[in-house]
């Protein structure tokens, strides 16, 4: 049996500013308070919000530098 994990008719799209990085990062933050799985980004347990807010997270991952936006979830 074959599994898919992303839709077969995806659009990459290249990031190309840093508003636009920060727009797709804020998206996905900001899902699980939109379905109502959590308050706040940083409280889904999944998330890397709260790695941005300077927190421990689930896993290590590796923050974007944004110079003065470091950390940014808005």
Known sequence: MNYQF???YNK???L???E???QKINYIHRN???NGLVDVPEAYRYSSARQ???QCGLID???LEFGSDI???G
């Open 6 to 8: 992303w839709t077969q």
């Open 12 to 14: 990459p799209m290249v």
């Open 16 to 18: 190309e500013s840093l």
């Open 20 to 22: 636009w990085v920060l």
């Open 32 to 34: 699980p308070v939109k």
């Open 52 to 54: 941005y807010l300077g």
């Open 61 to 63: 991952i590796e923050i």
């Open 71 to 73: 950390g940014y979830i």
